[in-house]
């Protein structure tokens, strides 16, 4: 503490020392200041002005019109900005009154069990077991969409599909008989038609151009619950049906995470204008924001092919395939149950073909390795599928395989799907 005064006082008196000598009078020191002054003002204003000569565009950026409005940029979305607070209520009320509760109903016979039917049974049970068929009256609830303001309702085929009487309830509460014009299961779309005119109808957009991200309003009746709505975003596009769990379906659907419930299928799916993008169909169980939908372009294609034949004619070539790979290939060359031996690593692996099928009559057999159909590569068994399905029944294709290490061409007249099952 001592050495940091001494040293203070010491560099003080310095200061003082430097500040009087050669010091002037004290009348001059006003002029000294007035002096430097006005030097100093004169080097900045000049200074000034020659930065403005030599970057004239910095001056203009850095010093704007007190009058110029301040620019944002221009930004182009298809979402509404998040302040639009009302979208799905607008949505709602455009929509919600086209949107349609189907209830369903069938009877179903139960057959007596033949062993019901043995005298040595019935010794032991006599008229408590039932002789005759039993028949009971199976009921369900569904949702669906007007798409003609003259009362044709598009719904899932599971819907009505077998039953005895169909009744459509609108929002404003009336009820009508509907008549089945036709259903799909291998898509599972139907058509319903009720007397009635004026009738509000929905807005059908384009599933063709959906893209991740965009939002997603789910309007129908799940669980009883009439006019219910849930709202996401489109989660995927293109699922194939194999992924969602019903491999027996031809669809590419759109994955959604607005919440989907038993009583939502045939509801529709809208977009933020309200569009109809897709039709609500199916939930994997278990799962929570894993809906699907059918996209709206392959429903009403579907529709219409209905409304104009009553059915659907999906052609098929009646083959079980899976997709090649170095650990599939590994593990069939291991089993010593399997019949194939499989050299190929990549492609599409015929499993089995079935009998009498169209694939059958072609030539085509059991460790075939598709690599090809009509010249075009397919890379899954989705890619097959959608080949055989934008063919015609008995059109030609042309499927390029490898067997037994040899690349061939086998011609294949595809076949109308049996309606007791689906397959490719």
Excluded: C
Excluded at 233 to 248: C, E, K, N
């Amino acid at each position: 503490m001592k050495t940091l005064n001494s040293d203070f006082n010491r560099d003080s008196q310095q200061l003082n020392t430097a500040s009087h000598q050669g010091s002037a009078p004290q009348w001059q020191k006003p002029f000294a200041y007035l002096s430097m002054f006005l030097f100093g003002a004169g080097v900045t204003l000049t200074g000034a002005q020659l930065l403005k000569a030599q970057n004239p565009v910095s001056s203009a950026i850095a010093t704007p019109p007190a009058s110029a409005a301040p620019r944002t940029p221009e930004v182009q979305t298809r979402l509404p900005l998040p302040s639009d607070a009302n979208f799905i209520s607008s949505v709602v009320e455009q929509v919600g009154p086209a949107v349609v509760r189907i209830d369903a109903s069938k009877t179903v016979k139960a057959e007596v069990p033949e062993v019901f039917k043995d005298p040595f049974f019935r010794r032991f049970f006599g008229d408590r077991v039932p002789m005759e068929p039993q028949e009971r009256v199976v009921s369900g609830t569904g949702s669906g969409f007007i798409v003609n303001s003259n009362g044709r309702i598009l719904t899932n085929a599971h819907v009505v599909d077998g039953a005895d009487t169909v009744d459509v309830v609108l929002k404003d509460g009336r009820t009508f008989t509907g008549k089945v014009l036709g259903t799909d299961p291998v898509t599972d779309v139907a058509v319903v038609e009720i007397d009635a005119t004026n009738l509000p109808t929905v807005k059908v957009g384009d599933s063709q151009r959906l893209q991740p991200g965009e939002w997603a309003i789910a309007i129908g009746n799940p669980l009883g619950l009439d006019n219910t709505v849930t709202v996401g975003i489109i989660s995927a596009t293109g699922r194939s049906s194999s992924q969602v769990g019903v491999p027996d379906k031809r669809v590419n659907f759109i994955q959604t995470d607005a919440a989907i419930n038993p009583g939502n299928s045939g509801g529709p799916l809208l977009n933020q204008r309200g569009e109809v993008i897709g039709m609500n169909t199916a939930i994997i169980q278990g799962a929570q924001g894993l809906g699907f939908a059918i996209p709206i372009n392959r429903a009403q294609d579907i529709s219409d092919r209905l409304i104009a034949n009553g059915e659907v004619e999906h052609p098929y070539l009646g083959i079980q395939m899976v997709e090649l790979s170095a650990e599939l290939k590994a593990q069939i060359n291991r089993d010593p149950n399997s019949a194939l031996t499989v050299d190929e690593e990549q492609g599409i692996l015929i499993v089995k073909v079935m009998p009498d099928s169209p694939a059958a009559e072609g030539g085509l057999r059991a460790g075939d390795v598709i690599q090809k159909i009509n010249g075009e590569l397919v890379a899954d068994a989705s890619a097959v599928q959608q080949q055989v399905e934008a063919s015609r029944v008995g059109s030609t294709l042309q499927v390029e395989v490898i067997r037994n290490g040899q690349m061939l061409n086998v011609s294949v007249r595809p076949g109308a799907i049996p309606t007791a099952k689906a397959g490719n």
